[in-house]
């Protein structure tokens, strides 16, 4: 069995990623350590890369392993682990999905039922590269499940492209969609069509939301409608947000969507989607996750509609599970594979870039 394996440090927005060896570390009991075998190039991964707003207080002197869009098989089974947390057996070789973030479980939000909101759940990955566990992020051989982090078996005819996404942006929506309550009757408003919006566009569709989808390259415009949309909105042609705003409302009958969601990551988009809410409407924020770009709000608007906020920065360990058992009740009847280009853990700094330019859609790491 391999001793060490590659990582990809990262040091700071502009410097290339370089690869190390680390020692592969046991197990401790309750832990899992996971041979990774595809890691896709997110969005806030981009964002981490370029240094945007607060994300580039994440660069280390001594690198970070970042990434942490990604599935793999069980590598050793920490003592007393023999099951996922459905309580599914595990063994060597299984294939899983699982948090990359560990919820602590006693803090002041795990304590209210709020684990999403956990004060420690990030802390594992802040850690140096060269101290145990060493596999803290995606871009490596390795990643190291503590026993807080949810791990769910991965059934055999949900692929490996499928099931990547599961832990990011899947999981995400699932649980942002709950928070709402999207639900049956609802006309549900998604801003952008990009990984978030193709998979909030399925969940909300089974969630029994009518699904209205904003966004203006014809590819995903597509991909929306083959996901369930009801109605598509190019912003190429309705150019202005009073447009948009106005052929929602026609739309949804006059009355203004239920439910409105930021999965472009432009906050420029918030005051459009506010707009769009009708009374006791709810808007759901997931795409613009990093501090630093506010936008103007009009709080009598807020008042005058009843307007809820939620904002979701990771998820619980049931969306995990719920994400799973979507793809597994949807593999076949929805295209749920992702459409990805595959890099080598080698090439990982031009993945990333090709991703930033535009000349990929999404990189993905196959780590063979
Ligand atoms: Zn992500
Ligand atoms: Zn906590």
């Keep these: 069995m391999a001793t060490t394996g590659r990582a990809a440090l990262f040091f700071g927005p502009g410097k290339p990623m370089e690869l190390v060896d680390l020692p592969v570390p046991d197990p401790e009991a309750g832990a899992i350590v996971v041979r990774v075998a595809r890691a896709n190039v997110c969005g806030s991964d981009l964002h981490i890369w370029r240094g945007d707003g607060m994300?580039?207080?994440?660069?280390?002197?001594d690198g970070r392993i970042i990434g942490h869009e990604m599935t793999g098989v069980v590598h050793a089974l920490g003592p007393g682990v023999s099951t996922d947390w459905a309580g599914r057996r595990l063994a060597e070789g299984d294939r899983i999905a699982y948090q990359y973030f560990a919820p602590c479980g006693r803090c002041r939000s795990c304590l209210r039922g709020l684990s999403a909101a956990c004060a420690h759940s990030f802390k594992v990955l802040r850690g140096r590269p060269t101290e145990f566990p060493y596999f803290r992020g995606a871009f490596a051989d390795y990643f190291y499940l503590t026993p807080q982090m949810a791990v769910?078996?991965?059934?055999?005819?949900?692929?490996?492209?499928?099931?990547?996404?599961?832990n990011c942006a899947l999981a995400q929506v699932v649980h942002g969609l709950e928070r709402v309550e999207a639900s049956l009757g609802d006309d549900v408003v998604l801003q952008g069509a990009g990984g978030l919006g193709i998979y909030a566009t399925a969940v909300a569709k089974q969630r029994g939301a009518r699904v209205i989808v904003i966004d203006g390259l014809d590819e995903r415009l597509a991909l929306a409608r083959a996901m369930g949309a009801d109605n598509v909105i190019d912003f190429r042609r309705l150019a202005t947000a009073d447009e948009r705003v106005a052929h929602v409302r026609e739309l949804t009958g006059g009355w203004g969507a239920d439910v409105v969601c930021d999965l472009v990551g432009r906050a420029s988009v918030?005051?459009?989607g506010l707009a769009?809410?009708?009374?006791g409407g709810r808007y759901l924020e997931i795409g613009t996750f990093f501090p630093g770009t506010p936008v103007?709000?009009?709080?009598?608007?807020?008042v005058s509609r009843n307007i809820r906020?939620?904002?979701?920065?990771?998820?619980?360990a049931a969306s995990l599970q719920q994400a799973?058992?979507?793809?597994?009740r949807n593999a076949g009847r929805l295209p749920l594979e992702q459409v990805v280009?595959?890099?080598?853990?080698?090439?990982i700094n031009r993945a990333i870039e090709d991703q930033d330019s535009g000349q990929v859609t999404r990189a993905s790491i196959v780590m063979t």
């Design 341 to 347: 280009t595959d890099y080598s853990l080698d090439d």
């Design 309 to 316: 906020v939620e904002a979701v920065a990771s998820y619980d």
């Design 324 to 328: 799973v058992a979507f793809l597994d």
């Design 270 to 272: 918030i005051p459009e």
């Design 152 to 166: 769910f078996k991965v059934p055999d005819h949900v692929t490996d492209t499928m099931v990547a996404g599961a």
């Design 296 to 302: 103007e709000v009009d709080p009598g608007l807020l």
């Design 276 to 279: 769009m809410l009708g009374l």
């Design 55 to 61: 994300l580039a207080a994440m660069a280390r002197d």
